[in-house]
Structures are given as C-alpha cells and as structure tokens.
C-alpha cells in the first residue's frame, strides 16, 4: 500500500519533470492536507519565481501532466493545485493495507545500529518523577527503532560510582547487610542516602572512614567490590520493580554505569593530552571545543579531569562515546536526557569530534526531556518539597484508575489487571503525548479520563472495536475485507489511516514520539465519528455492507494497538 502524500509527492515530481525539465524534478510539491479537498499541492506558488511565470499558468502546466492521475485535481486561488483521490484508489490500497501484517509500515535500507541511552536512574537515591520521562521516552523510541529493523542496544547509564559510595558502604556495614538490603529492595534508597549524609556531616569518625572506602573501592578493594555489589544488586532489583510495573523493555543486561567506564577513564585522559586535544589550564586537563565560550567571551572548558586529579560527568561521557562508536560499532547515538543538559552534551558532541572518536558518519543526538511540572506550574514536587517517589506516582495512578473502573462489574483479578494497563496506560500516554522537549502539567484527573486526547481513551477506542466483534458473534482476524468506503465518514477514517506508515518512519527518524500519539487521536476521532454514522452490527445493514464496515474496524484496531505497542501503552482487551 502506499502513503497518500507519497504518492502524491512522486507524482507531482515526475509531472514537473515533464512540464519543466528534470532539473525541476525534485523540488518540494508542498503537499498539505486541504479542507476543500484531500490535499493541496502549493509547488506552483514557490516554483512561479525561478520559472517567471503566473503561479496560476504554472499550476495549469503541472495539472495537465497530472492525466493520468487516480484523482481529480482543480486549480484554484492564485494557483493552489487541490487534489482529491479516487475513492476506489483509497479502498484499494486499505484492503492491501489490512493484509499486510506491517501495516504499510517499512524497514530502514541499510539497517542502523542505534544506541539509546535512557533512564538512568542515581544509585544512591531513589527513583523519583525526574526519571519517568527519560524511561517512557527512551523505551518509545527504543521500540519503535527495532520495528522498522534497526539493531538496538539499551543503555541504561545508572549513577553507580563516585564519592558518594564511601559513605554509603560505611552506613550499610553500621545497619547491617541484612537491614540494608531490605530497605534498599523496599525502595527507600533515599531514607538510606539520607541517613549516610547525616553521619557523614555530624560524625567526624564515620566521615574519616567514609573518605577511606572510597579510596579503598576506588582501588577495588575485594571486600569494598563486594559490598559494593551487595548494595548496587539490592538497588537494580527495586529498579526493575518499577520497570516491571511500568512495563518498559530495560533489563540487566542494559546496566552500563558510571562504574563500567571508571577503567576506561585514565586512558581517556591521557590519550586525549598525547593528542593535543586537552590541554592542562589551571591545573585541569580540558577540552576547548570551538565555539563555546562563557559570559566573559573566553572559551569555555569542558573539564576531563579535575585539578584535584578526580574525574566528572565529561570525562565517563567521553569514554562512553568512544566505547559506543569504537566498540558498540553504533551508527546513531541517542541520548534521552533532561534539557537542562543540553550545554553538556553539545559541547561533549563537539570534544569527541575534535577527538576523533565521533566521526561524521555518526550521528550523535540529546532527545531533549522538559521538566514535569504541578498544577502550580512548578517543578513537581511533594508538600514537603521533596521529589516525589516514582513508585508512589504510579500506584497513585493505579488506585485512580481502579476506582474509575469500580461500577464496571468485573471481579477483583480483572478490575485489577484493567486498573493497572489503564494506569500505567494514562502515565505513559500523558507523557509521550507531549513534545519531548516540552514541559508539562502532571494532572491525574485529565491524564485518567476517558475523554479527550488521553491514554484511557485510547485504550477505550480498542476495546470497543472488540466489543464489536464480540456482538458481531466473529473474532477480529476473521475480517479480512476487502474494505469500501461508501460513506463520507468511511472514506475519512480509511485515508487517515494510509498515512501510519510513513507516519511511523518519521515519527522514528524525528524521536518524536507525540506525533504519533497525534496521528492515534485523530484516527480514533475519525471512529468515533464513522461508529455515529455508520452502524456495522445494528439490525438492517445489510451482511454485504456489515462485512466491509467489519474490515475497515478490524484495520482500525490493527493501527491503534500497533502504535499503542510502539509507544509501550498497554491495550486491554476489555474496558
């Protein structure tokens, strides 16, 4: 099946070839959906300038090599070309698209070898709303990159290392390993972090030993490693409690920490001072990315190793970038992280360039997050002004969704298995829905109804489609076409849905996950429009007519749960 804009695009192309010479061939047609017909071509209006001609006459010109054209094509304004296809062409290429398991949707000629870079929670803290965006984001894009056939290798890049862990080794041997464990596993890591940092300030012994673990683990000292993992594996096992909830696709075999770059970071140091790409000022080793400088104009270090001969945030990244490039063999570098670092990672970009270890034939990109915010407009935080734990958010949305549900009749095991899909379902959708870069308001009540641009609303969508079926008394696959779309309703909802697979390739190129969300609410406002007017199971549609309404429901459900997966939102069967 083809996309209708695609095919648009190539047409009009191969049409100002014929009517104006091949070096024409290729400029933008500026295919637009149109409210007076299908699409509007705006060509002839960019075009008119270079050709010195009326935009009308050129627009006539490009209209008569359209002949043989699966449409009708009118001039109007000044020389708007509006296009309307053939509602035959439109059930045609629906019913390839319903027997198409892709659903029109291609793969990517040569495959890639993306690394994503997302969640990344601290170790030594708890999970908190911060690391929300970053995980749903990063698992959309993760997903939707291995459709379309690229090799994906997560990377969650846990905060594992550094100074903080002497103290928190110490408090764990004063607690105990047992109780450490336990409180770590119940998610309290910032009870435990808390009370580390207490003694750390107020007891001058506690702290003397704290500074001696870190040199120790630093050392990689047996006994130090070893608590060490007693603590990292308590924490990653909270850690894959919440993604398990969540359902996002991370497991342990994408941990790649601070810790696992600590090896590589000394050689970092010193291969980039042999190369003369970081130099010593004032007394730390840096990088001078060209291009940046600081409020006083003077170029601005990116500071691999401290003067204090300690290592930073640039330093593991550095290493990363190499090891990603040199030994992930990556081709697209995907970083999924809060906005606020978008000076590191630029000027991050331009030292591995510099270096070398980053060349032009890859890409390597910041998926900018915004912030989360309250109804207030501030930072979303508890009473307290806290972070709130992540945990505690999601179950949170659960305990809303299964009261939503509540008059529903079902028994407790499936109120509760529709409760947890719909919360977890609103969460992400509410998210994803959103340009990534964007700030947005975490409200429950909006993200929980059933109405209106949300993910309960989506998930309603699909389970009223199988509803259908069930009172049509025939499973979903049964439907098998071919689809006609006699009604203007009909028509609407089956052009749309030609446009999910180069949709999707976009949605996957850009890392624009929201748009996909929008192209899923549109689709399902064109159902909900077609389900008014056009009755598929109610008593006098004749079975010819039934069945035709049928497939066009089934490729419908077929869209929605597809992107509904590609962006990690949970599908119930029943609402």
Not at 93 to 101: G, H, I, K, S, W
Not at 555 to 565: C, P, T
């Amino acid at each position: 099946m083809t996309d209708p804009q695609i095919m648009l695009t190539e047409r009009v192309q191969q049409a100002l070839a014929r009517a104006f010479g091949s070096e024409h061939a290729d400029a933008d047609p500026l295919i637009r959906p149109s409210q007076f017909a299908d699409f509007q071509a705006n060509v002839a209006m960019s075009l008119a300038k270079r050709l010195r001609r009326a935009p009308r006459e050129v627009a006539e010109a490009i209209k008569t090599e359209l002949s043989d054209f699966p449409g009708t094509i009118e001039v109007s304004g000044p020389g708007f070309l509006n296009i309307t296809l053939d509602g035959s062409w439109i059930e045609s290429e629906a019913t390839r698209m319903l027997a198409d398991p892709r659903l029109g949707v291609g793969t990517i000629t040569p495959s890639q070898t993306v690394v994503i870079d997302y969640s990344a929670p601290n170790a030594a803290k708890e999970m908190h709303v911060g690391h929300l965006r970053t995980t749903i984001v990063g698992d959309s894009l993760a997903r939707l990159h291995e459709h379309l056939g690229n090799t994906v290798i997560r990377q969650n890049h846990l905060g594992d290392w550094g100074t903080p862990f002497g103290m928190l080794i110490e408090h764990l041997l004063e607690i105990g390993e047992e109780a450490a464990v336990a409180q770590l596993e119940a998610g309290q890591g910032t009870e435990f972090y808390q009370a580390a940092r207490a003694k750390f300030d107020s007891d001058d012994d506690f702290r003397q030993r704290a500074r001696v673990r870190v040199t120790t683990l630093q050392s990689g000292d047996t006994e130090t490693m070893r608590l060490w993992h007693v603590f990292m594996e308590a924490t990653v096992r909270y850690f894959n409690k919440v993604y398990q909830l969540l359902g996002v696709t991370l497991t342990d075999a994408d941990l790649a920490g601070e810790s696992m770059y600590n090896p590589m970071l000394q050689k970092t140091c010193d291969d980039l001072e042999a190369a003369g790409t970081a130099v010593i000022s004032d007394g730390a080793l840096c990088v001078f990315p060209p291009g940046f400088t600081g409020s006083d104009d003077k170029p601005l270090p990116l500071i691999i190793r401290k003067s204090d001969g300690g290592y930073g945030y640039a330093t593991t990244d550095m290493a990363a970038i190499r090891y990603r490039v040199h030994d992930l063999k990556a081709e697209r570098i995907l970083y999924v992280v809060g906005n606020e670092q978008a000076l590191h990672f630029r000027m991050v970009f331009a030292g591995a360039r510099l270096a070398g270890w980053l060349p032009d034939s890859v890409s390597a990109e910041h998926v900018q997050i915004g912030m989360m915010l309250g109804k207030d407009g501030r930072r979303f935080k508890t009473r307290s002004g806290e972070s709130v734990k992540l945990m505690d958010l999601l179950q949170e949305a659960v305990d809303r969704a299964t009261a939503a549900i509540a008059d529903r009749g079902y028994d407790e095991a499936t109120t509760q298995e529709i409760a947890h899909a719909v919360g977890m379902g609103a969460v992400k959708y509410a998210d994803l829905s959103v340009s990534h870069d964007s700030e947005y308001v975490l409200d429950f009540d909006r993200m929980i109804s059933f109405t209106g641009n949300t993910g309960p609303y989506m998930q309603y969508a699909t389970a009223r489609i199988r509803s259908i079926f069930r009172k049509a008394g025939m499973a979903p696959a049964d439907a098998t076409g071919p689809i006609v779309l006699a009604a203007p309703a009909e028509r609407a909802l089956g052009l749309q849905l030609l446009g999910f697979g180069e949709l999707v390739s976009q949605v996957t190129t850009a890392s624009e996950p929201h748009r996909l969300c929008n192209f899923l609410f549109q689709t399902a406002s064109l159902f909900s429009t077609f389900y008014d007017e056009c009755p598929v199971t109610k008593e006098g549609v004749d079975p010819e007519t039934r069945q035709h309404r049928l497939a066009l429901c089934k490729l419908v459900l077929d869209v929605l749960e597809k992107g509904l997966n590609l962006l990690g939102v949970p599908v119930p069967e029943r609402m």
